[in-house]
């Protein structure tokens, strides 16, 4: 069954004992927001092999939290099975799903798109996007980049919660205008927090003969709270 290759992107590779295993290109969950079709946390409560399919079974859903998409969606579990990816969820354990719709307008299931639930810390994070409804069509194409650990001392005392930006950027892709989106961020941006993200955090394209359009040069800042290898807490961009 094809699997758009925007999503999932499969690498093998060869460990010391020579077995084979499997892993995903990441995505970022605020390009997830702008790119993907159906973002929510799920848990299966059955699943049926379709006859005269290779690997694909139909599957009852119940939906614990819905980000992004509608409950109404049509799914489909590609198992990718006789692979190393292959790929069976346990019923009545709950899944984040990121999902592109195939060319039949429906949404796949692979190892790559279902990832176990997250943690209390990636959920604010899911739910402030949610709330914001992000949908310009921010670049998978970019990479963010932190030159240089990050200043903690221009973000104030208070050691939890994340700080979200909404960045444009220009043609050579340094930051050109930064605005914060979420509470944190609006309550903690001056001149000198400006002045540090655009020193530290630079963007750069995925291939070097990618082509970008100007008016699609947009990305998202999040910054959370992290401990360093002297569990010092300092201020990080996340992988998310």
């Known amino acids: 069954m ?16 020579s077995s084979i295993a499997c892993s995903c290109s990441g995505i970022k ?5 702008s790119n993907l079709d159906f973002i929510g946390i799920v848990e299966f409560e059955s699943i049926n092999r379709i006859e005269n399919s290779y690997g694909a079974y139909d599957s009852k859903i119940l939906f614990k939290e819905l980000f992004k998409g509608n409950k109404s969606e049509k799914f489909i579990l590609d198992s990718q099975e006789g692979s190393s990816c292959g790929f069976m969820p346990e019923t009545k354990s709950e899944y984040l799903i ?11 299931i692979s190892f790559c798109s279902a ?17 914001n409804k992000i949908s310009t069509k921010i670049s998978t194409n970019l990479h963010q980049i932190l030159k240089e650990e990050i200043d903690s001392l221009l973000f104030g005392e208070y050691k ?3 700080f979200l930006y ?54 998202y800042i999040i910054l959370t709270w992290s401990e360093n290898y002297e569990n010092k807490r300092i201020i990080t961009t996340t992988k998310l």
Do not use: C, W
């Open 166 to 219: 909404k960045v444009n950027l220009n043609s050579d892709l340094t930051l050109k205008e930064i605005i914060p989106e979420n509470r944190m961020a609006k309550n903690h941006f001056n001149s000198k927090v400006r002045n540090e993200l655009i020193k530290k955090i630079k963007y750069k394209k995925a291939r070097e003969k990618l082509k970008l359009k100007s008016g699609k040069l947009s990305s």
């Open 29 to 33: 969950i605020v390009n997830a927001f």
């Open 98 to 108: 990121l999902g592109y719709k195939n060319e039949q307008g429906i949404i796949e």
């Open 2 to 17: 094809k699997t758009k290759q925007f999503i999932i992107t499969i690498t093998f590779l060869i460990s010391s004992i």
């Open 115 to 131: 990832r176990t639930p997250p943690n209390d810390e990636e959920l604010l994070i899911l739910r402030k996007l949610s709330e």
């Open 160 to 162: 939890n919660g994340f």
